[in-house]
């Protein structure tokens, strides 16, 4: 009896002790398993790069102008101002003569200055369809006030003085307005006034020490127009081109690796204080514009016929003479998807009139590049058909008509969290096109270092043979 007891004491002595060490044991396991989780598996997606991303919080005063949703200044400080500390561009600004650029809009100079005191007065730029090409203007406008102390609103790019502090050169050519003004020969002349001032920018920037330096590469000419820059285009090919795509120019002279694709200037009003729901959008799918077109664009004609005899699609032709863009403004926001048919390029502005009138867009273009899609998701907000498919007899309506209310909702919703990086203004403001573009720019700038370290290896030791 006296064993027992002494048995059944001891065992009793010894539970708090194994379940002291249970608990140590199960704490050790739980806190391995954390760490091998924290060192395992590499997280490929940071969503702090990627513009308005579904998955940030947002709060109320991260409201956009735009519609909603768009995060402000992340890294904290007054996101009013320009702060040149911030930025994550430096751009070296030829001082080319105000032909090139605020000379084409009739701005001339007063004193030596070839700029315009843009704090007093800002150059007009031509209306109707002359702005969906008007990049190079915005994105000028942005690096001359960057360094004003009357500054107004944030930047992503500031001016600096001196071009060996600089991570790119900006030329300031107005190329599309160039082309569209004054492409045409003007009798008793024999040569353009487009084509004598490419063969002059030519001439001054081979000459400067900045092209000498790098060859061009970390230069930024801005050719949004398809056909600007079309004499001069080889000859820089080096230089980093600011594009509306790819579709007229060779591999070697523009791609997508080297050069950024910019959105177009949309022409139709911002669809402010949009609250129209599915039901509020009569017509199902909505285009109007050129139907015939040459090279790509046959589809047009292709799927004018599939498609005219449906009684919820309006398919006809249409310009942007007379009231036509304020009618294309109309059937946009009235239409629940709007097709962006590729025509004479890849790329048309009627993508992003549809952005802006918050009809979802339909793109049918096999070869269309957009912009900053590297931090940004169009599958998202955009409907993709390959042409061959496009092509097939009801494809493409009966794919329409299967997307949900909820869905369409869905796609609805985000156009309208993501429209205002497609917006251009003076002053710029967070995460617009202007800053957008910048930053596309800045994730080109360690490729560029790149081959301008290699292309030195060996310049220190060369020696005549």
């Known amino acids: 009896m006296a064993e027992r007891s002494t048995h059944h004491h001891g065992s009793t002595s010894r539970r708090p002790l194994f379940f002291v060490f249970s ?59 320009c702060d040149p500390g911030r930025a994550v561009l430096k751009v070296f600004l030829y001082d080319l003569p105000s032909e090139f650029h605020f000379g084409l809009l009739g701005w001339r100079s007063e004193g030596n200055s070839v700029w315009p005191d843009i704090v007093e007065h800002v150059p007009d730029y031509p209306g109707g369809l002359n702005l969906q090409h008007s990049i190079e203007y915005w994105l000028t406008l942005d690096l001359l006030s960057s360094a004003s102390s009357d500054r107004r609103g944030p930047c992503a790019a500031v001016r600096v003085e001196d071009s060996r502090e600089a991570d790119v050169v900006f030329v300031p050519f107005f190329s599309s307005l160039s082309y569209n003004r004054h492409s045409k020969v003007s009798p008793p002349e024999k040569v353009s006034k487009n084509k004598l001032l490419q063969d002059k920018l030519v001439e001054f920037m081979t000459a400067q020490k900045e092209w000498k330096r790098s060859g061009g590469r970390d230069h930024i000419i801005v050719a949004h127009h398809p056909n600007s820059m079309l004499d001069s285009r080889s000859k820089l090919f080096p230089c980093m081109f600011i594009l509306a795509d790819f579709g007229r120019y060779p591999p070697s002279v523009a791609n997508v690796d080297k050069d950024v694709v910019a959105p177009y200037k949309h022409v139709v009003k911002t669809f402010a204080n949009d609250s129209s729901g599915f039901d509020d959008r009569p017509t199902l799918l909505y285009f109007q514009g050129a139907i015939y077109r040459k090279d790509g664009g046959f ?39 709007c097709l962006n048919i590729a025509g004479d390029t890849p790329s048309s502005n009627r993508l992003f009139d549809a952005i802006a009138s918050h009809c979802i867009p339909v793109v049918v273009s096999d070869e269309i590049e957009l912009p900053y899609e590297d931090v940004l998701d169009y599958s998202e907000f955009c409907v993709f058909i390959n042409t061959s498919d496009a092509l097939k007899k009801g494809f493409l309506i009966k794919l329409m008509r299967n997307i949900t209310r909820e869905e369409w909702t869905r796609m609805w919703l985000r156009l309208k969290q993501v429209e205002g990086l497609f917006e251009y203004q003076y002053p710029s403001m967070e995460n617009d096109a202007v800053q957008m573009i910048w930053r596309a720019v800045a994730r080109k700038v360690p490729a560029i270092r790149r081959k301008l370290h290699r292309s030195r290896r060996f310049s220190r030791f060369e020696v005549d043979r």
């Open 23 to 81: 608990i140590l044991t199960i704490a050790f396991v739980f806190l391995w398993f954390s760490f091998l989780d924290s060192t395992g598996r590499p997280r490929f997606i940071d969503h702090s790069s990627i513009p308005f991303s579904s998955s940030l919080s947002r709060t109320k005063n991260q409201e956009s102008a735009f519609g909603g949703g768009i995060p402000r200044n992340r890294e904290g400080g007054d996101s009013s101002k």
């Open 299 to 337: 589809i047009r004609q292709e799927l004018f016929y599939l498609l005219k005899d449906e009684k919820d699609v309006h398919f006809s032709f249409g310009t942007a003479s007379g009231d036509g863009i304020r009618r294309a403004g109309d059937g946009m926001r009235s239409s629940k998807f």
